[in-house]
């Protein structure tokens, strides 16, 4: 049976850990030929070898999302082992350090250096992955074969007062981006969205996926979702490879909330 991104080229930061890691290996069992970019070279080496174990084509490459020469060259690296690129997944994404035994930092309490790295991470590398994106997908239809793919990971947090005001600030840019770019690359056949998931156990915000509290975290992490599950990092891989695949190929400028039914409301009373 034909896997439903058979072939396709893709690219997907955030590589290491979480999303991005459930993604490589997700998409390449649905036929995908990924390449893994991630800040932490030797996590994403990790995730392609992964890929590859499991009988799937996949390479790594170091790559910061907040650096465009660096995002270039990971496109780069797509085309040289590829041939082509068919979708973006911009999935690398951090956030505000929690205070320690508190939990989330209030704006007051946040510092300049902080707030402008997560802004250049959640933004300005979703920014800089779209252009270089883009610019390979208007080579292509240059040469032949038009189209092409650009899925963001953004969150609740961008749809909702949920999650911080920084970090749900950057989230909203991405929402908002996902819209305006949807309709400025229409008409060359490039899609644009995001996926918008609600709590998972990985690494963001210094959680720890391996803690021996996992059952007790996932538990409560669910009770925040009408559904009573925390989200998986694969529902969110599920959602994005589905938005890259040819099933969604009339769909654009969707935010497409992976939340249990988080944003969707609460039971009267309950
Ligand atoms: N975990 C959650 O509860 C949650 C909820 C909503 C949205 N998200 C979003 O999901 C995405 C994936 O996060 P995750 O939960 O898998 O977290 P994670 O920390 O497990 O994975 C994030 C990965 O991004 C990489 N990364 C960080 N900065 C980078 C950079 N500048 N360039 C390239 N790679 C970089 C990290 O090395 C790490 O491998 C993020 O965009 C995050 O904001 C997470």
Redesign the pocket.
């Known amino acids: 049976m034909e896997g439903l991104v058979q072939g396709k080229v893709a690219l997907i930061?955030?590589?290491?850990?979480?999303?991005?890691r459930a993604a490589c290996l997700l998409f390449s069992e649905h036929g995908a030929k990924v390449i893994a970019?991630?800040?932490?070279g030797d996590?994403a080496e990790e995730t392609a070898a992964m890929v590859r174990d499991a009988g799937g084509e996949c390479v790594a490459v170091t790559?910061?999302?907040?650096d465009p020469a660096s995002v270039d060259a990971a496109v780069a690296k797509a085309v040289d082992t590829f041939g082509r690129l068919d979708a973006i997944y911009n999935?690398?994404?951090?956030?505000v350090s929690p205070v320690p035994g508190k939990g989330l930092r209030s704006l007051v309490e946040c510092e300049p250096d902080e707030m402008k790295r997560v802004e250049d991470?959640?933004i300005n590398?979703v920014i800089y992955g779209s252009q270089a994106a883009i610019r390979q997908f208007e080579k292509q239809a240059s040469e032949g074969k038009g189209g092409g793919s650009i899925v963001s990971?953004a969150?609740?947090?961008g749809l909702t007062g949920y999650g911080g005001v920084i970090y749900g600030t950057t989230?909203g840019a991405v929402v908002q981006l996902t819209r305006a770019l949807a309709i400025e690359v229409a008409d060359k056949g490039i899609r644009v969205n995001a996926v918008c998931?609600?709590?998972?156990l990985?690494?963001?915000a210094g959680m720890d996926p391996e803690s021996e509290h996992r059952d007790m975290i996932l538990q409560s992490m669910g009770k925040a979702h009408p559904l009573g599950r925390a989200i998986d990092?694969r529902d969110?891989a599920a959602a994005a490879m589905f938005l890259c695949s040819d099933l969604a190929s009339n769909i654009t400028g969707v935010n497409l909330p992976v939340d249990g039914g988080f944003t969707a409301g609460r039971k009267v009373g309950g």
């Open positions: 930061t955030g590589a290491g850990s979480g999303v991005g970019a991630d800040i932490n996590n790559c910061n999302v907040a999935n690398a994404g951090i956030t991470v959640n590398g990971t969150s609740v947090s989230k998931p609600a709590g998972m990985t690494h963001y990092p969110t």
